[in-house]
């Protein structure tokens, strides 16, 4: 409307030599054209060919004036507006009729020529304010869906994703390995960015006064949701071989899963969970370095943990059980083909006897990361030595404080106590996680420290790639 008033006003200082034809124009240019947006499919017109519509009707201002001058020199003297209509009475109404009609025809022309200038479709050019009235008014029914292509493949967010999470050490790289080895899902590499986009997304919110300025530029949560749904899409997409099923392994981003959800509608989460004590160790003795966790502070790193995981199961259970598979990494090593059966049908993919053996496919079907403390260890079979690598090794005050420091472990080990036991009692010292199913029974007896498994694992090294070995 501003600029509506900008061009009515420079219309004045152009033609004041005649007062009434001036309003007449003026007015009609400063009305008709919004009621020609409908004619451009929605569109505003852009402020060059606002420009150029503004010049022609100049010009036709000026031949108008022309043929006044020309057939009514009265009309062109500095009267006043009623002396001048009193003119065009004299001379006929047919007259006026034509002053009026050919400005709106030209105007109507000029539309059409600005709707083929924009290629003739209602689909581009569109400015952001009608896109988010459109976008306000559908969101309203249903997600909108954004679309893209690589090569021949054609994504969107509603695309049935995979996101694999929890907390560092607790199994995340195996399952991920194991689901790489399906024929129809690839995951690939931990991207380590995914999880940082998010936290920054969530700095934004949390900080007030940063929030403001955004919404104040017009960067609001539609636009922010639509930039990072399709940075998330872009990653998981191009970031390794395409597949009927696309997953992503990141831990952290269990910490999000509410927000994920709501960007992919049709995504499923894997929630990686495993006794603290053991994760906590693992993680000190690997020197897996994390934000916030001091590595020679034992207590800290245990209390840590479990406020860490208390935020993902939060997240896990507010979107749901059809949404959110908790996997316990203790019975995914004892008992592999059973749970792994439950997470595939949870997740909708045929069963493949590949996810049992994933050992086979590295460095071929599986890419691993040297960058990941796990790839020395997912190359091995399934083994159960490091369910219970940790006791022994905390001091004895910790032990004693252990319900207080790490209240999550009590937690956890309450919720299923059919499957877990109390394998995750704080007070117990020495954890029973239960027995090894026939499969990795059968499984560990065939490799573990014979010859063979020696040479195999050599085998399989060697014919890895070269970025995918430890250094």
Request: net charge positive; aromatic share 12%.
């Amino acid at each position: 409307m501003k600029m509506h008033s900008q061009i009515f006003d420079n219309f004045s200082f152009a033609t004041k030599r005649v007062n009434f034809l001036d309003l007449m124009t003026g007015w009609m240019f400063h009305f008709i054209v919004p009621f020609l947006q409908p004619l451009l499919c929605g569109k505003i017109v852009k402020q060059q060919n606002l420009q150029l519509a503004h010049h022609q009707l100049l010009r036709l201002h000026f031949a108008l004036l022309l043929l006044i001058e020309k057939f009514c020199p009265a009309a062109t003297t500095t009267t006043t507006t009623t002396a001048f209509g009193e003119v065009w009475m004299r001379r006929g109404l047919h007259r006026l009729f034509l002053l009026i009609a050919l400005p709106v025809g030209l105007l109507c022309f000029l539309a059409y020529q600005l709707l083929l200038d924009s290629g003739g479709s209602c689909m581009q050019s569109v400015v952001p304010s009608t896109l988010k009235i459109v976008d306000s008014i559908s969101s309203s029914t249903s997600q909108i869906e954004r679309s893209s292509t690589f090569g021949n493949f054609s994504y969107d967010n509603t695309l049935p994703l995979i996101f694999i999470g929890g907390f560092p050490r607790s199994g995340t790289t195996l399952i991920r390995a194991m689901l790489d080895a399906h024929p129809d899902i690839r995951c690939g590499e931990e991207t380590r960015l995914l999880p940082r986009i998010l936290g920054m997304r969530a700095h934004w919110k949390n900080e007030k006064v940063e929030w403001r300025r955004l919404i104040e530029a017009g960067v609001d949560d539609e636009v922010i949701d639509a930039a990072v749904s399709a940075f998330i899409m872009e990653v998981i997409v191009r970031h390794g071989p395409l597949a009927p099923r696309l997953c992503d392994k990141d831990p952290f981003l269990m910490k999000f899963a509410v927000y994920l959800s709501e960007l992919f509608p049709n995504a499923k989460f894997v929630f990686m969970i495993r006794d603290g004590r053991a994760a906590v160790h693992s993680m000190i003795t690997r020197r897996v370095t994390i934000g916030g966790f001091d590595l020679t502070d034992i207590r800290q790193c245990l209390s840590k943990w479990s406020l860490s995981v208390a935020q993902m199961y939060n997240e896990c259970y507010n979107i749901g059980a059809r949404r959110c598979f908790p996997m316990y990494y203790e019975q995914l090593v004892l008992n592999p083909e059973k749970w792994l059966r439950e997470l595939l049908a949870f997740l909708e993919v045929p069963w493949s006897d590949h996810v049992l053996n994933h050992e086979k496919y590295i460095g071929r079907e599986i890419s691993l990361s040297k960058s990941e403390r796990s790839t020395d260890q997912v190359m091995k079979p399934v083994y159960t030595s490091s369910l219970d690598s940790w006791v022994g090794k905390f001091p004895e005050d910790i032990l004693k404080d252990m319900p207080k420091i790490a209240p999550m472990l009590d937690f956890l080990g309450s919720i299923f106590p059919f499957i877990i036991f109390s394998s995750y009692d704080p007070k117990v010292y020495k954890p029973d996680y239960g027995k090894a199913g026939e499969f990795i029974t059968r499984k560990l007896n065939l490799f573990n420290g014979t010859e063979s498994f020696k040479q195999w694992l050599k085998k399989v090294i060697d014919g890895m790639k070269p970025a995918a070995v430890k250094s």
